[in-house]
């Protein structure tokens, strides 16, 4: 299976089974629309007579040579021989954790998946310790032979817990040399509470830190809001950059969510990079349409086009020698994660789970409060290990929309929590993600397309 | 070659036969997790 599209004047190719990408002239591209395996030692008459009209035969008969040397590397009409590694998707060690540590918090965020703190439970709690020292046991006690742990803070807003936050980072430690394995803290916050003694204590234990923030004044305040209603961008803003800075701008991110209301996100980003972040992360809100401020498939072509505007901003800004990375254009062609990873997925029920204040187990943080997905709890000692395998076989050869997809190796199938969510099955696409998706990863790949075309034509010169 | 330029190492396939160990990091489609999207994700082994 190949993907070929045109973007910023580049013709891009994408081999899926190889992850080839080559760049290539009309000719190609074109020729790529005629011929396909098995192929003939010779270009075909026919397939000559057809492209003769625009090119010159000695350059089609050079073309498909060229066509046919990537076919037999394997990196070009390479096979899908993948099924057979689908066996490996079984139930694996639990790795990785998200401890809602607090489910509540001090925004009332227009757009919150977790319904402003409480996951629309309808209530607002508090881990306790004891709790929170027995979803770290369950953690190290489940891990197998995973000597990284990752346990990620999370709420509503953690800090609102802070004193329980810093007792389950000093228990996880103490615990580490028993068990020969090391624990990567992280936590997402919104800044509101934090200051100096939180900043140093996150910087000293926390592997990463997310920073929540959208962008612009303006479009930060019309939705995430204080509990009064006014905007909470001017007091958070220099909290971050100071936490962003007291780690020298390593391992975080500043995080914000787009929305109807801010089709013109890129600005956000150039904001955020503007006033001084390098990490940045601003991603489509996943709502209920009918919300006013949900993306629907009518705002596809606005964001689409944003998003190329984005990744040239991106270019413009590498010539200038203003580099960041933004979270959804990151891709590494050649050292990324192997194939069984990229058939696994997200590993959530599976390798990753979240717990509540209660000490439920779900199988990550946006499946908290769906009884159905409720695998067990922490403090009564149960864990369904049938919800487990069934999520470690959210692999994509089990998803009959991902199978086919050119972007299946990137996105893994996507998120199981939004396919469920919004398109009422773990193993179903949920399509205006999937569009969003495959946006971003042409627009990625274009980006490093047109490095390696830079590159290329200074080789040249 | 003329007519088509390949950008990388397009070694997939390879990573399959060895892949698998579980060591990488945890991933998720959002940023808010502190983890990585399975696209940019690096193999830890």
Known sequence: MIHKYKLNGLNIVLDVHSGGVHLVDELTYDMLDNVKPPFEEKCPEKVIEKLSRFYAPEDIKSCYEEVVELYNDGILFSEDDYEKFAKYSVASPVKAMCLLVEQDCNLRCEYCFASTGDYGLGKRMHMDFETGKKALDFLLENSGDRENLELDFFGGEPLMNWDVVKKLVEYGRSREKEYGKRFRFTITTNGMLLDEEKMDFINKEMSNVVMSIDGRKCVNDRVRKRVDGTGCYDRIMDKFKTLAQKRNYENYYVRGTFTKYNLDFAEDVVHLYDEGFDQISVEPVVADPAMSYALTEKDLPAIFSEYERLANIILEHDKQGKHFNFFHFMLDLDQGPCAIKRLRGCGSGNEYVAITPEGDIYPCHQFVGYEEYKMGNINEGTFNTDIKNEFAKTHIYNKEDCKKCWAKFYCSGGCNANNFIYAGNVLTAHKFSCEVQKKRLECAIMIKAAKAAEEAEKASE | ?45
């Open chain 2, 1 to 45: 070659m003329k007519h088509i330029i390949t950008i990388n190492k397009a070694n997939l396939k390879k990573t399959a036969a060895k892949g698998g160990c579980g060591k990488c990091q945890a991933s998720c489609q959002s940023a808010c997790k502190t983890s990585c999207t399975v696209a940019n994700q690096k193999c830890e082994k």
